[in-house]
């Protein structure tokens, strides 16, 4: 199992382009979320899929951003129209739901680090 | 809607010294978690707390967790410069749901 694998690793893009940024989670986990992490700040939590379902979208989530989980394994989060204030490292993490107490440590991804210029 | 408060938020200790760093969460909550976050990196799970009393230890760290004063310390023992990191505090507001995170304590731990 290598983890919780995130691509790119860095995006460098102009205002106003699209990008998109792929997770691919630990194989055996339900469920997979979405953090966003700016400088010096704790992570800030913007989806989550169980399976192929989204279940919870945060206000910080705009109209601009839409995530996909289409076959309950890989994850897409497209940010449509960047803008200087969605720069920010976009974690991915997972978990298998269902397991009773502890079940919700989150196993992290590296990132996916987001400038926009 | 929780809010989860660390401090201090920068701390510079000694080697050698003890410190304890400040988990405190708004709402009722008897799941709270510890991660580890290295410059560049991301997060590594340190300690989960899954109810009041709970006490976790790794060398020379120890996380307590008390639900009814809604507060996690993070005792640091002897500290050495491989500590240095952020350390941060996350709770599950209603069990099974998306992690909650505090801003952060930034550690640095100097000769």
């Known amino acids: 199992d290598t983890g919780v694998s995130q691509d790119p690793r860095h995006k460098i893009t102009k205002r106003g382009q699209n990008v998109t940024f792929r997770c691919d989670p630990i194989?055996?986990?339900?469920?997979l979320y979405w953090y966003r992490q700016t400088l010096g700040q704790g992570p800030e939590f913007l989806t989550y899929?169980?399976?192929?379902?989204?279940?919870?979208k945060s206000r910080l989530l705009s109209d601009r951003f839409s995530a996909e989980r289409p076959k309950g394994s890989f994850s897409t989060l497209e940010i449509q129209r960047t803008e200087q204030g969605d720069s920010a490292m976009y974690l991915c993490?997972?978990?298998?739901?269902?397991?009773?107490?502890?079940?919700?440590?989150?196993?992290f991804g590296a990132g996916s680090r987001l400038t926009v210029l | 809607e929780l809010k989860v408060e660390q401090n201090p938020l920068f701390l510079s200790m000694q080697e050698g010294k003890n410190y304890t760093i400040y988990c405190n969460y708004s709402?009722?909550?008897?799941?709270l978690y510890w991660y580890r976050q290295d410059p560049g990196k991301s997060l590594e799970s340190l300690f989960v707390?899954?109810?009041?009393?709970a006490v976790k230890q790794e060398g020379r760290l120890m996380a307590s967790l008390d639900t009814k004063a809604r507060l996690s310390t993070l005792h640091i023992t002897a500290a050495v410069h491989d500590l240095s990191a952020t350390y941060f505090c996350?709770?599950?507001?209603?069990?099974?749901?998306?992690?909650?995170f505090g801003k952060g304590t930034r550690l640095s731990v100097i000769a």
């Open positions: 709402t009722t909550s008897d799941r």
């Open positions: 899929f169980q399976n192929e379902a989204q279940l919870e």
């Open positions: 194989s055996e986990h339900n469920r």
């Open positions: 707390l899954l109810s009041n009393g």
């Open positions: 993490a997972s978990n298998r739901a269902g397991l009773g107490r502890g079940a919700n440590v989150l196993t």
């Open positions: 996350a709770v599950d507001p209603s069990g099974n749901t998306p992690l909650v």
